[in-house]
């Protein structure tokens, strides 16, 4: 049975064809918010979100893309969203902790490579980062993140270069690694 | 012409360090999951009642708040007899049926994190039994933004800071030393998200009970 005619099954209210969709999507959805995120309950949180959106809008579906790309559209709203409430409030948790460490001189030990590149990762602008993710490290092409983000592909293109580049600097103690 | 930020080598080695350190996925708990998604549907389709039961349920409540209005007038002492009270109906009546079940869930919320704040002071709290019930709030409180009470701006507020707070007691575990309910708890205070969805609340018992409705 091809996709579209599991659709076709899941509208008509099958919900045998409902689990084998959500099966067949579940684990790339999952790897998604949990490369946006870097937290399991948030990742599952996400992904049960994306789905349960989905299911309730697959009506307005019509076909035009792929439905992963429908889907990936619609986790990456779900995630991005969610992220931004959550950095919200831990900007809230932050400004506390600040007030209470008025004074205080911080100590850091020299960080290894693994933190540095989450770091570097971290501080990326919200459009870069998403792209990079889902570029380098997730495997989407520049069609389905134009698609999922609502950007041109271009952009998407302009975007991970970007990225790229700032992560270059931000690695450069590093250079060593890659030159060998 | 190669752009003068492209690198191969360290494209290749950026990519290859980033997918193997840089959040790195486990396996996805696919049955938990579905588990959950279909619990949260099976809610959503109580919500979603069919367009005549819609009715059916806009008309009963705004009957009952007529007679409300009406009795509640009736006992004022500027109250003159032959005076008509008529509870204006208008196109927004289904809303009331999503105001009613946003008191009901504002109620279950406030006990919730009064509950929870209470346990925390004494030391007492049960970060699991907390986290299992936030979740619940969560997806409500979700359900309840997408909904037409969500198109209240003062309610949507409220929400966007109730969800704020819930995810952060949802992510407690058995293992929580204290230091994160303290953090929740002052984020709390700092927003004053108690009082605001106290005030959100009307006075009095809740007037139609939708428990499981949301």
């Known amino acids: 049975m091809d996709e579209s005619q599991l659709i076709a099954r899941v509208r008509a209210g099958d919900s045998a064809a409902e689990r084998t969709l959500y099966d067949a999507h579940v684990d790339r959805v999952y790897r998604l918010a949990f490369r946006l995120a870097g937290d399991d309950a948030l990742a599952q949180d996400f992904t049960q979100e994306t789905f349960i959106r989905a299911f309730d809008r697959l009506g307005s579906f019509r076909g035009d893309a792929a439905f992963s790309t429908w889907l990936h559209t619609i986790t990456t709203t779900v995630v991005l969203n969610g992220l931004r409430k959550v950095k919200r409030f831990r900007q809230r948790e932050a400004d506390i902790d600040d007030a209470h460490e008025i004074g205080v001189v911080q100590r850091h030990a020299e960080p290894d490579l693994k933190a540095r590149l989450k770091q570097a990762i971290d501080d990326l602008p919200e459009g870069y980062r998403t792209v990079f993710l889902m570029h380098d490290v997730e495997g989407y092409t520049h069609e389905e993140i134009g698609a999922a983000l609502g950007v041109?592909?271009?952009?998407?293109?302009?975007?991970?270069?970007r990225a790229r580049a700032k992560l270059r600097v931000a690695l450069a103690d590093f250079a060593g690694e890659w030159v060998r | 012409m190669m752009d003068q930020h492209e690198d191969p080598k360290f494209e290749q080695w950026l990519k290859d360090a980033a997918r193997t350190t840089y959040h790195a996925p486990r396996t996805p708990p696919r049955e938990e999951m579905w588990t959950r998604i279909q619990a949260a549907r099976q809610r959503r389709h109580i919500i979603e009642l069919r367009p005549w039961m819609k009715?059916?349920?806009?008309?009963?409540?705004?009957?009952?708040?007529?007679?409300?209005?009406?009795?509640?007038?009736?006992?004022?002492?500027?109250?003159?007899?032959?005076t008509t009270t008529v509870a204006t109906t208008d196109s927004g009546q289904s809303d009331v049926v999503y105001q009613i079940a946003a008191t009901q869930y504002l109620s279950r919320t406030e006990a919730f994190l009064t509950a929870f704040r209470e346990d925390q002071g004494a030391n007492n709290a049960d970060g699991a039994r907390f986290a299992r019930q936030a979740r619940d709030l969560l997806t409500t409180t979700r359900l309840m933004l997408d909904s037409p009470?969500?198109?209240?701006?003062?309610?949507?507020?409220?929400?966007e800071d109730l969800e704020l707070v819930l995810v952060q007691i949802s992510q407690l575990g058995d293992a929580n030393n204290g230091h994160d309910t303290d953090l929740i708890t002052q984020g709390m205070n700092q927003s004053n998200v108690l009082p605001?969805?106290?005030?959100?609340?009307?006075?009095?018992?809740?007037?139609?009970?939708?428990?499981?409705?949301?």
Do not use: C, H, M, Y
């Open chain 1, 152 to 161: 041109e592909t271009g952009t998407s293109k302009a975007q991970l270069s």
């Open chain 2, 55 to 82: 009715w059916a349920v806009a008309a009963a409540a705004v009957l009952i708040l007529g007679i409300g209005i009406g009795r509640w007038t009736a006992l004022q002492p500027g109250a003159t007899n032959g």
């Open chain 2, 149 to 159: 009470a969500g198109n209240d701006q003062r309610l949507r507020s409220l929400l």
């Open chain 2, 196 to 214: 605001k969805l106290r005030s959100a609340i009307p006075a009095g018992p809740v007037p139609v009970r939708t428990q499981g409705a949301l």
